[in-house]
């Protein structure tokens, strides 16, 4: 069972993913929590390796927000349906601007 809410993301309103230390594109976020989030990519990540990125999340007008996070990759799987894998990472530290960044995206609850 899910410990957090998911925020799913549609083609629109992609959140682009790069390499803190290189720049490098490593795919684009499917879907966040507080827990942390669904990475689509072109390559497979290594399970278990920890990744410094930074998430690039388009705002009002050609503003773009970066959101630097560390995390672990727990699984990898190929995307059937896609020439893509999916890859599902967990924070390793906390992480304050990934925090407000998922409060800000999901729905209030009352």
Not at 56 to 77: A, D, F, L, N, T
């Amino acid at each position: 069972m899910r410990q957090h809410s998911r925020l799913s993301f549609r083609h629109i309103s992609r959140i682009q993913v790069t390499n803190r230390l290189n720049g490098e594109p490593m795919g684009y976020v499917a879907d966040l929590s507080l827990g942390g989030l669904r990475l689509v990519a072109r390559q497979p990540l290594a399970v278990g390796g920890c990744y410094d990125m930074v998430l690039h999340v388009p705002e009002h007008g050609e503003r773009v927000r970066e959101v630097p996070v560390v995390v672990i990759c727990q699984w990898s799987r190929k995307d059937s349906r896609r020439d893509s894998f999916e890859m599902g990472f967990a924070l390793d530290r906390p992480a304050p601007g990934f925090t407000t960044l998922v409060a800000q995206l999901l729905p209030k609850r009352r």
